[in-house]
């Protein structure tokens, strides 16, 4: 098509230009011109370990791009970057870049690998190229370094559903010009590189309640809540103050009964003692029309299971919730994504177990056989103190080609309540069938629609709302329509309590950005997020992940891990790990178990973050949270260690002295006055809480 030749052409003008920085006569410059493959490369790194390739691709081969073999350059692969301390004498940088050819090789499926390359000066992005795939020809790279002291050139993959796992990139040619005195060395040393390992402190032997401190139930609905609690065994609890039909398993921890018909807060007071000490919480058990009052907390099975997903593991996964402590942390939800269901669909012919009737004479949905018990399940996850979710489409079939809830949506609400679900993900899917039938057969994209204002976006969730408001059970509602049709309008009265802001994500750290951003814009989330409705970033994407058509552990490193989990939980996301649970390893459930950080995601002020700053290097976020304190996290976005600094008047909290926490450490670090400065290892961030008085329990 003529306008993506147009678009790639226009692309290929753009990256031959410099931005941001001198240019022209010091490209010609008499001087010494320093191959980079060269250079001492002791300040790289590349994704999955691998090693920089010089004068040959990561792996050995050749640098070949486009079946061009080049004889001068570097391999990498994403996400990687190399670092050069420059000493300002420096007048230019010129290469060539693509994909190397041995991608073809590497990739496992079918999807195309595509890159993009960037150049660094002094923290700032002053070249990017265009979006690259495999086979394309390699692209001029021209940037004037008139007083640089810092070069880097990073290599990441691009784009959603791509081979990322492939993403092996070549810097052809790569050479800077300077004087022949000019000193050039590398970017090195533990800091600049460094990668944290775990943080979160161990837990203690004495009783610490920790989650939420509030749960939203509707009047005369089903109550389940575990009061998570960490602490040697055995726990014994007490409570004061129970209302009626509501009672506590004493050696559980489970609240468990039916709401009052009368709306109001009702305080419990809740102790838990061991052999260790005591520990007291009061727990508010807000009756009303509103529910999840704050972000929910559990485990789905889609990014590990996809559709090979079976009834058993859906239970080993509530055993396991509960074998590893995560529940006892606040994780309650164990939620069955897509093919719990019969499918007929022409593409899962290799399953035939999942084939036949998806439903019986009177139009009731059927499991398939994996899932026999569907009652049965939901009691087991309900016994220890879990809630159970489920996962359907408005449309005919579900994205997995699963049967869908069109035309049953009102059987459905009421059988998933007589199962004893809890919560329902409705995703969009094949709905835009319905749509295009509407519109005469013309297909959804028709016209941006995407973009669109429509009744026909908002509609068949609307249908679903009503459903699910006529069962007697609470079911909390999580929209995944990708933010369509402009979503943060009309999500929270259309009774969404979740609502994803984009499409799927993977493990991937440009790809995570693309969801944090979506398409409504990070920086707007706090307009139209908080109790009762949550933005939605999509599932977690720690531990072992299967993207890119294997499973493997995720491709995000510990840096970006602790970026992940840190904003998720200050943009108010939903909570859900998508990892095998059976096979959690220290580090994963290092992330998953620090009660400072999981307490700024369920803060019952329900005031999500506002992004304060925005460079190309970094990002500072602040979220208000109960009782005058305030979370910030600094987000190191460049390859390499970097002091972020921001002041408290920047925050909004005045020139003052200010008592700071690192979260995840769990470590007081004193009084600051006006600013606070941290030195923030690559793609990781400083989580930490403050107030202008002193912790009662500073350490």
């Not at 800091?191 to 749960?215: F, H, S, V």
């Not at 995560?326 to 290799?350: S, T």
């Not at 750290?509 to 814009?521: H, V, Y």
């Not at 602790?562 to 943009?571: A, F, I």
């Amino acid at each position: 098509m003529s306008f993506v030749r147009m678009d790639r052409a226009a692309w290929r003008k753009r990256a031959t230009l410099l931005t941001g920085l001198a240019f022209g006569a010091a490209l010609t410059a008499a001087g010494d011109v320093r191959y980079v493959d060269a250079l001492d490369l002791s300040g790289s790194y590349n994704g999955r370990g691998d090693r920089t390739g010089v004068r040959q691709a990561v792996g050995g081969t050749p640098l070949t791009v486009a079946e061009k073999v080049f004889a001068r350059g570097i391999g990498t692969r994403a996400e990687g970057a190399v670092g050069f301390r420059l000493d300002g004498r420096a007048t230019a940088f010129e290469a060539r870049v693509g994909v190397d050819d041995c991608a073809r090789g590497l990739k496992r499926g079918s999807r195309q690998v595509q890159m993009v390359f960037r150049v660094w000066a002094d923290g700032k992005v002053v070249w990017r190229s265009p979006s690259l795939r495999e086979g394309m020809r390699p692209v001029e790279v021209r940037v004037g370094l008139a007083g640089v002291r810092e070069l880097v050139l990073e290599t990441s993959s691009d784009a959603p559903w791509v081979a990322f796992d492939a993403a092996y990139g070549d810097w052809l040619d790569a050479r800077i010009t300077c004087p022949d005195d000019a000193h050039i060395g590398p970017i090195a040393g533990p800091e600049a590189m460094r990668q944290l390992g775990i943080l979160t402190p161990p837990e203690k032997p004495e009783p610490q309640i920790n989650g939420a401190d509030i749960w939203g139930v509707r009047p005369g609905r089903p109550v389940v809540f575990r009061v998570a609690t960490s602490g040697e065994r055995p726990l014994r609890f007490t409570a004061k103050n129970l209302p009626d039909g509501v009672t506590l398993d004493a050696e559980k921890g489970i609240l468990r009964g039916t709401a009052p018909t009368q709306e109001g807060d009702y305080d419990i007071e809740v102790t838990a003692e061991n052999a260790k000490g005591r520990a007291t919480r009061t727990i508010r058990l807000a009756v009303g029309a509103t529910i999840a009052l704050t972000p929910p907390m559990g485990w789905n099975s889609w990014n590990i299971w996809g559709s090979r997903f079976t009834g058993e593991h859906a239970r080993e996964a509530a055993r396991a919730l509960d074998a590893t402590g995560l529940g006892d942390h606040g994780w309650a939800y164990v939620n069955l994504d897509d093919f719990w269901e019969m499918n007929n669909a022409p593409q899962n012919k290799d399953r035939p177990e999942l084939r036949g009737p998806a439903r019986d004479a009177e139009g009731r949905i059927l499991p398939n056989p994996s899932f026999p018990d569907m009652k049965g399940l939901t009691d087991d996850i309900h016994a220890l103190g879990f809630r159970a979710g489920l996962y359907s489409s408005p449309g005919p079939t579900t994205c997995g080609g699963c049967e869908g809830s069109y035309g049953h949506e009102l059987q459905d609400a009421a059988q998933w309540a007589d199962w004893g679900f809890d919560y329902v993900k409705y995703d969009w899917c094949s709905y835009d069938e319905v749509v295009a039938d509407e519109r005469g057969g013309l297909p959804w994209h028709i016209g941006d629609w995407r973009d669109e204002r429509g009744e026909s976006k908002r509609r068949p969730y609307r249908l679903m709302r009503d459903c699910l408001r006529r069962q007697n059970r609470d079911i909390l509602y999580s929209f995944c329509q990708y933010g369509m049709g402009h979503a943060e309008e009309w999500a929270r009265e259309t009774g969404a309590n979740a609502w994803r802001v984009w499409e799927d994500m993977k493990d991937s750290w440009p790809w995570m950005w693309r969801s944090i951003e979506s398409r409504l814009g990070a920086g707007n989330y706090w307009k139209w997020s908080g109790p009762g409705c949550w933005i939605d970033l999509d599932m977690m994407i720690v531990g072992d992940q299967r993207s890119c058509g294997f499973t493997h552990p995720t491709f995000l490193t510990p840096n970006e891990q602790y970026t992940h989990v840190s904003l998720w939980c200050m943009l108010g996301s939903p909570l859900l790990i998508g990892c095998d649970l059976t096979k959690l390893d220290a580090f994963t459930r290092s992330l998953l178990v620090n009660d400072e950080v999981l307490a700024v995601s369920q803060d019952r002020l329900g005031k999500i973050a506002r992004r304060i700053r925005r460079t190309d290097a970094e990002e500072v976020w602040a979220r208000p949270l109960s009782g005058g304190f305030t979370a910030v996290a600094l987000v190191n976005k460049y390859p390499f260690a970097r002091e972020i600094t921001v002041t408290f008047a920047e925050l909004g909290l005045g020139d003052g002295e200010r008592w700071v926490k690192d979260l995840w450490r769990q470590k007081c670090e004193g009084r600051h006055a006006v600013a606070y400065t941290a030195l923030v290892p690559p793609h990781a961030t400083k989580l930490v809480k403050t107030r202008a008085v002193d912790c009662p329990k500073c350490d």
